[in-house]
């Protein structure tokens, strides 16, 4: 059959983390388009949203017996099963989130989910647009040795004109599209570089 010789290029699966619980929330807004934009636009990359809001605060008191509560046990599985993270993260007081740190720490729990996998961040909000939140996540994400890409960076000033989400906190503004665009394609071409370095 024609072409049946040719390597399948294969499915990246991309596992997308907000900081904020906020439903209408700007960052979780940037995850919607990246999803869309994997779907409209990017062949060979697909993004799933995990949400974080179920997980219980860490306490191993709730580790019984080597288990961890259920609704952790299902989310380190969906983060295993991923080749790459996407975290949407928001600043708070200099830093990101409790709910994504209660998520990275749960994650965390021997065997480390997070280990020798590659990540990108994005980030919206007031003045640096979330940036010291990214700066801070990075430091974490070296003890986890996650790996993060290094560019481009997108820090998404919210509050500036013109309107970048509408009131549903969606994402309208096309040059920041095209921008969060160019994250998720540095991405792809980073984890397939990582999976071919650790594929030898």
Request: charged content about 25%; proline content about 6%; aromatic content about 10%.
């Given at each position: 059959?024609?072409?049946?010789?040719?390597?399948?290029?294969?499915?990246?699966?991309?596992?997308?983390?907000?900081?904020?619980?906020?439903?209408?929330?700007?960052?979780?807004?940037?995850?919607?388009?990246?999803?869309?934009?994997?779907?409209?636009?990017?062949?060979?990359?697909?993004?799933?949203?995990?949400d974080i809001a179920p997980l219980p605060f860490l306490n191993t008191?709730?580790?019984?017996?080597?288990?961890?509560?259920?609704?952790?046990?299902?989310?380190?599985?969906?983060?295993?099963?991923?080749?790459?993270?996407?975290?949407?993260?928001?600043?708070?007081?200099?830093?990101?989130?409790?709910?994504?740190?209660?998520?990275?720490?749960?994650?965390?729990?021997?065997?480390?989910?997070?280990?020798?996998?590659?990540?990108?961040?994005?980030?919206?909000?007031?003045?640096?647009?979330?940036?010291?939140?990214?700066?801070?996540?990075?430091?974490?994400?070296?003890?986890?040795?996650?790996?993060?890409?290094?560019?481009?960076?997108?820090?998404?000033?919210?509050?500036?004109?013109?309107?970048?989400?509408?009131?549903?906190?969606?994402?309208?503004?096309?040059?920041?599209?095209?921008?969060?665009?160019?994250?998720?394609?540095?991405?792809?071409?980073?984890?397939?570089?990582?999976?071919?370095?650790?594929?030898?």
């Open positions: 059959m024609e072409g049946a010789g040719l390597a399948m290029k294969p499915v990246i699966k991309v596992a997308a983390l907000c900081g904020s619980l906020r439903r209408a929330s700007f960052n979780r807004g940037l995850i919607r388009s990246a999803i869309q934009l994997c779907d409209e636009s990017i062949e060979g990359m697909k993004i799933e949203y995990v008191d709730l580790e019984v017996d080597g288990k961890f509560p259920a609704p952790v046990e299902a989310f380190r599985q969906r983060i295993r099963g991923a080749d790459a993270f996407l975290f949407a993260s928001p600043e708070y007081n200099y830093s990101f989130t409790g709910p994504l740190k209660n998520a990275i720490d749960w994650a965390s729990r021997a065997p480390n989910a997070w280990a020798d996998k590659p990540a990108a961040i994005v980030s919206a909000g007031g003045n640096f647009g979330g940036g010291r939140s990214q700066y801070h996540l990075r430091q974490v994400g070296v003890f986890l040795d996650l790996h993060f890409i290094n560019k481009p960076e997108l820090f998404v000033q919210a509050f500036q004109p013109p309107s970048k989400f509408d009131s549903d906190g969606n994402l309208i503004d096309p040059e920041i599209r095209e921008r969060l665009k160019q994250v998720l394609l540095s991405l792809q071409a980073f984890t397939l570089r990582l999976q071919n370095q650790f594929d030898k």
